[in-house]
């Protein structure tokens, strides 16, 4: 809030003309003294921010500063025209803005759901093709199969006819034989017969009996999920404007002391005592310097020896430059309207021209970070100081 109202005072200083003049001069009501009820309020008294009568002068406002009615009617006049100026161009946009994005992630939202159905109804289709396939294959495995047994058996009947046909003229020919007259014609067909019956082989052929059977296969194992698809969680691109690239989660552990050097300079932060001292390692941790009232969660030093500070629990990265002594506000982390700010707990210099800072939630306990308290690593060049 602090920030919020330095921000004002300088709005105020460029635009406190603005649309005061014009009511200037008009007369203003009169309001009683409640102290003293038969006088008038006349005097405003900047220390107080109150209206005063000239009995309360003389009292308890002897030491402050006061003005007349008609410089603090010109001054409040001028606040609420620019806060006016501030809530019409400023904070209505933003929170428009704000709504807008809510609209555009519902949007892109809306889009993702119907084309994941329709992902998900193309890839239904495409199973009941293969199923359709793949039942058609195992069908006509039992066509092939029975066509191939008919063709073997039948090969093996007309096989069996032919025998048959020779068995009935054997058959036949011992018929006539046996009642012929014609010894030479009996011992010929004695001794064909003889080798005939001696070749012949009774013995059964195998079946043809090799065909497939059909187990049914378990449609509720997993299984079939794998042909299905799976569901995995994904996080939509944002639709509004991205301020950091989120690189990495991660959770710090951090001790109440850490140590910088730099070249000639060392420093040590103690963040329960809130000090942060500069010693030098050569003389026994002689203290150089030393700022109290400071809990510094994180610090780091760039080429140039300039310090950076992550200050404990503050959105706000300070820099104190080499050979300064002053702190200064390096960057102001966004404070948005919905979550809390990040707040930096650890930096880093990396290429002597970027601050990488690692931040979590303010008000995060760093003992115990639980999982759904967001967390950022956030490169800053030392542009942005500008
Ligand atoms: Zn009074
Ligand atoms: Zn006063």
Not at 241 to 269: C, P, Y
Request: net charge negative.
């Amino acid at each position: 809030m602090d920030e919020q109202v330095n921000l004002s005072k300088e709005r105020n200083m460029e635009q406190s003309d603005i649309g005061a003049h014009d009511v200037l001069g008009k007369k203003l009501a009169t309001h009683r003294c409640s102290i003293h009820p038969s006088i008038d309020l006349s005097i405003f008294c900047r220390k107080c921010n109150k209206l005063i009568c000239p009995v309360c002068l003389t009292q308890e406002h002897q030491q402050h500063t006061m003005c007349d009615i008609e410089t603090i009617h010109h001054e409040k006049l001028g606040i609420l025209t620019n806060k006016n100026h501030i809530i019409t161009n400023e904070f209505m946009p933003f929170f428009s803005e704000e709504n807008s994005k809510l609209d555009k992630i519902l949007v892109t939202h809306q889009k993702h759901c119907e084309k994941m159905k329709l992902n998900i109804m193309e890839q239904d289709r495409k199973l009941k093709e293969e199923i359709t396939k793949q039942t058609n294959t195992l069908l006509q495995t039992f066509e092939n199969a029975l066509h191939s047994t008919e063709e073997d058996v039948n090969n093996r009947k007309s096989k069996l006819e032919n025998k048959l046909s020779v068995l009935k003229n054997n058959h036949e020919t011992i018929d006539q034989v046996q009642k012929s007259d014609d010894i030479r014609k009996i011992c010929k067909t004695a001794d064909d017969m003889l080798d005939y019956v001696n070749n012949e082989n009774i013995s059964s052929a195998p079946l043809p009996r090799n065909n497939e059977k059909y187990k049914e296969g378990d449609i509720n194992t997993e299984i079939i999920s794998t042909l299905i698809g799976l569901l995995q969680p994904i996080t939509l691109p944002d639709t509004a404007e991205v301020q950091f690239k989120v690189l990495k989660s991660f959770v710090t552990d951090l001790n109440a002391i850490g140590k910088v050097t730099s070249g000639e300079k060392t420093r040590i932060k103690n963040s329960t005592s809130s000090v942060l001292r500069e010693i030098d390692l050569n003389d026994e941790l002689l203290v150089l310097g030393e700022t109290n009232n400071i809990k510094v969660r994180d610090m780091t030093v760039n080429n140039s020896g300039d310090l950076f500070l992550a200050i404990d629990n503050k959105p706000k990265i300070k820099m104190v430059k080499n050979g300064e002594k002053e702190i200064n506000d390096f960057h102001q982390f966004p404070i948005p309207w919905i979550d809390k700010p990040q707040v930096p707990v650890a930096l880093h210099c990396y290429r002597n021209d970027q601050i990488i800072a690692g931040t979590v939630e303010k008000g995060t306990s760093m003992d115990t970070v639980p999982d759904n308290v967001k967390r950022q690593i956030v490169c800053l060049s030392e542009d942005t100081t500008t």
